[in-house]
């Protein structure tokens, strides 16, 4: 596999879209979290009722939840660099020369589920180290309750992630992925849920079946975390429950994106 992931290397090293959608996501995590922090303090600053409004987002430890909040919404990049990635195999023929290479179909696909992993980890990573800068520059003492969040951020990349290989496989064109890939994600999964939810509710403030949609799922993993103190927005589904599920999206996204690969053309 550590052959593999050199040659892997070799392919994404002179990849200009890749490191600048790289360098795209690691800014954005910061400016994002910047942005929230300065917009806390200048609204908090000699107001008493805003600080009770807000309360401490970016002090330890709400600041994991905080800043894993903000950065999910930045997850559709590490998604986009993978369907480039992967569609531009179909492009440029490179998988079909690493097969006449003598690697199996499988060895190619799980590559690139690794290359997801890696990057799911260094997302995690780099959101540890903002909620830790953002976290001191507060004032508050460090802890690490509340650091589960951390784990939760890494599932949600995962899943992004997993996602846009499942559909760059199984579309092999890079624009259409792209394009499907933000129409499920923004609009086609939301619409559904809501109707979802609509019907499938039994009573005000419980959750629905459209709770439970894939991106939901993981969604809900870190919920909105300002006001919780003063409102109750809806109730939170299990944690156990979205973890459960969230592993068996995981699974299908793998089982079909394999599956897709070793018996489609090539």
């Known amino acids: 596999m550590l052959n593999l992931l050199k040659i892997e290397w070799l392919k994404i090293k002179g990849y200009k879209t890749f490191w600048i959608?790289?360098?795209l996501f690691l800014v954005s995590i910061l400016g994002v979290n910047y942005f929230g922090f300065n917009i806390k303090q200048g609204i908090s600053q000699g107001n008493?009722?805003?600080?009770?409004l807000f309360g401490s987002p970016f002090s330890f430890p709400n600041v994991w939840h905080?800043?894993?909040y903000l950065s999910s919404f930045l997850l559709f990049i590490p998604g986009l660099m993978i369907i480039t990635s992967i569609t531009n195999e179909y492009t440029y023929k490179t998988h079909r020369q690493n097969i006449i290479d003598g690697w199996s179909r499988q060895?190619?696909?799980?590559?690139?589920?690794v290359l997801i992993i890696i990057i799911s980890v260094i997302a995690a990573l780099f959101v540890f180290l903002t909620a830790i800068l953002f976290g001191?520059?507060?004032g508050s003492?460090?802890?690490f309750e509340k650091i589960e969040f951390i784990g939760y951020y890494f599932i949600q990349a995962l899943s992004y992630?997993?996602?846009a290989l499942l559909l760059g496989v199984l579309i092999k064109r890079s624009g259409l992925s792209i394009g499907l890939f933000f129409l499920y994600a923004f609009i086609i999964e939301n619409f559904l849920g809501a109707i979802l939810n609509n019907v499938g509710r039994t009573s005000r403030g419980i959750n629905g079946p459209g709770d439970y949609l894939p991106l939901n799922t993981v969604d809900n993993l870190i919920p909105f975390p300002f006001f919780r103190n003063l409102v109750q927005i809806g109730t939170q589904p299990s944690i156990y429950?979205?973890?459960g599920l969230s592993a068996l999206y995981l699974f299908l996204y793998y089982f079909f994106s394999v599956r897709k690969f070793k018996t489609q053309d090539l």
Request: glycine share 0%.
């Open 66 to 68: 905080t800043v894993t």
């Open 141 to 143: 003492s460090f802890s």
């Open 241 to 243: 429950l979205l973890l």
């Open 21 to 23: 959608l790289s360098t």
């Open 48 to 52: 008493a009722q805003a600080n009770v």
């Open 136 to 138: 001191s520059l507060s």
């Open 107 to 113: 060895q190619f696909i799980h590559v690139k589920i």
């Open 161 to 163: 992630c997993m996602l």
